[in-house]
């Protein structure tokens, strides 16, 4: 990509980016831990405990034999050459989708529950959103033989009841959260007020980039392994090159920090896509919430204001705060689709590559389509996009806002 | 030990200590600020009830250490229109002779800027604040900020906080030390929680502070038995519940008598 409108890492402070936090959980000005003083100790003794098990060989063997026989990883990276084709850039795919339960989720909570059994605790909370991260942790759960319990607002209960079903079946107890915008906020406060109650036999396993130290830290790490695959990939089909454009979707973000973890230290350009009625980058202001300061979408008394997605999954009115740092510092750009480019992006995947994406990862597809027709990733780059999550919990709630 | 002589004594502590060293046990009741349209005669009902000090709850939109009670109370606030200003309003022409604590969140203060809010809330005659989100670890900069505005920072030790962590934070705590019961968010209980008796132990080994134990303190008898091993008690649910069924001014002031009651007996 020559004349790039989409700034690349040259020039960015690289080798700081994306490395191992203090013990205060600082990216920058953001991260943190700002939790009841009933959730310091669990915090601090979360944080000793990943650390030592992320330096133990028989922790990464466990884990990664898991995530091979397990989870089927290493996912593929697929060439898109109608796609391609149409848009006159080159677009690869990090499969996601093709992992267990059908999303990057498995990888995380694999890691969590490990960790929580390394640790004694018998019990996982989780949030969930979508449900995508509520039947991950259920099912590791399931395979470890821990009790789960997922907090799920409402509204996501409704328009997701697929996934509330899916936890159900393996063992999970879901519990709908009334309070607040009913959503993914409102499930995240719940798992909290929780995790206070419950904490010396309970593991909080947070699903993104985000909540007090180590959270954000150790969510990435457990991420990583998407842009860790995904660069050797890339190098593989474009011989030895990095692709010029790295994109995922952000909710809280984890998927996007996985992948922009393989990629920061590159020329790679490095963008993330919000729904653009939970824009906490585009929107959004400092704030102190859910145990880190990040951006949020708030008002001027600092009330958090309700987010609104088509997409469960992005329905958040924050982003993790090494999200927040990465624009604050130039590394990576966040960008907003609308609901309609993203009903319009889920169609067009699925019709010219045969993958119907989840809505998460559709955002990312909503992008690149509006990206390439204006220029913004000019013709001739490479992409390389992350394919999140697979569509089949969405097509019920598609079918029906066409009918 | 903390004695006075080492920090700035404000009218929080100055008056809580004053009681406390009279040989009287410490009734602080909570209240969600513009719960009502009479919330202020609320408070003045509490005050003339007894009420040793009153922490007045500035409604957040997500409060995770606050259980069913105060969540409707914090959301019914809101609906209304109630902000942190018209709080601050209201409790400048209230006229109350006991001293005020604000209990809400980090981002609230945060929002606004440090320095900004603890004068602010200094402007209304509040003399202190509880922020149950910000630790110890994470709290310097408001710290600095209310020291300046003189507005007693009120930290909270908890039933799993280490030793040697609780010395730092009776340490650096202004006003009074605020004992959290059990390990949950705010709401009553059937039974007083065995933690509850510890932890104010606990607390009361490391400062000369006033120790408060609040959380889980639900009616006459449990704030009387907790008087045994503390200075005295924070209650929040109870009476907000009591509110959130009407009980009304006149209600919630004999609400405090019987507690008054109860721990002076």
Known sequence: MSDASVPTGAGAPRARLMGVPGPDGRFGEFGGRFVPESLVPACVELSSAFDEAWGDPSFHEELDGLLTTYAGRPTPVTECRRLSEQLGVRVLMKREDLAHTGSHKINNVLGQALLARRMGKQRLVAETGAGQHGVASATAAALLGLRCVVYMGEVDVARQELNVFRMRLLGAEVRPVSSGSRTLKDAVNEALRDWVATVETTHYCIGSVMGPHPYPYMVRELQRVVGDEAREQCREVLGGADPDVVVACIGGGSNAAGTFAGFVDTRSALVGVEAAGGAALGSGVPGVVHGMRSMFLQDEDGQILEAHSISAGLDYPGIGPEHAQLAAVGRATYHSVGDDEVLDAFRTLAATEGIIPALEPAHAVAWLLRAARTGEVPPGSTVLLTMSGRGDKDVAQVMEMQS | ?265
């Open chain 2, 1 to 265: 030990m903390t004695g006075p002589g080492t920090h700035q004594v404000g009218a929080l502590e100055a008056r809580l200590r004053e009681r406390r060293d009279a040989g009287s046990k410490l009734v602080v009741p909570y209240l969600t600020g513009g719960l009502d349209g009479e919330w202020i005669d609320t408070l003045r009902a509490l005050a003339a009830a007894g009420a040793d000090a009153i922490e007045v709850g500035i409604p957040f939109s997500d409060p995770v250490m606050d259980g069913p009670t105060i969540q409707e109370a914090s959301e019914r606030a809101l609906r209304s229109g109630t902000t942190r200003h018209s709080i601050l309003d209201a409790l400048r022409g209230a006229d109350v002779d006991v001293p005020i604590a604000v209990m809400t969140y980090y981002n609230l203060v945060a929002r606004a800027g440090h320095r900004r809010s603890a004068s602010e809330l200094a402007a209304a005659g509040v003399a202190g604040a509880i922020l149950p989100d910000l630790p110890l670890d994470e709290a310097g900069p408001w710290l600095a900020a209310a020291d300046e505005a003189g507005v007693a920072t009120v930290l909270l030790a908890a039933p799993t906080t280490p030793d040697d962590r609780l010395a730092a934070i009776g340490a650096r705590s202004r006003g009074f030390l605020y004992a959290v019961g059990l390990l949950g968010v705010t709401g009553e209980r059937r039974e007083l929680a065995a933690s509850a008796r510890a932890i104010a132990a606990r607390c009361m080994a490391v400062t000369d502070l006033p120790v408060l134990v609040g959380v889980g303190v639900s009616n006459a008898a449990q704030a009387r038995e907790l008087c045994e091993v503390a200075d005295g008690v924070v209650v929040g649910s109870a009476l907000v519940r009591r509110l959130l069924d009407g009980a009304g001014p006149k209600g919630a002031g004999e609400f405090l008598a019987e507690l008054r009651a109860a721990v002076d007996g």
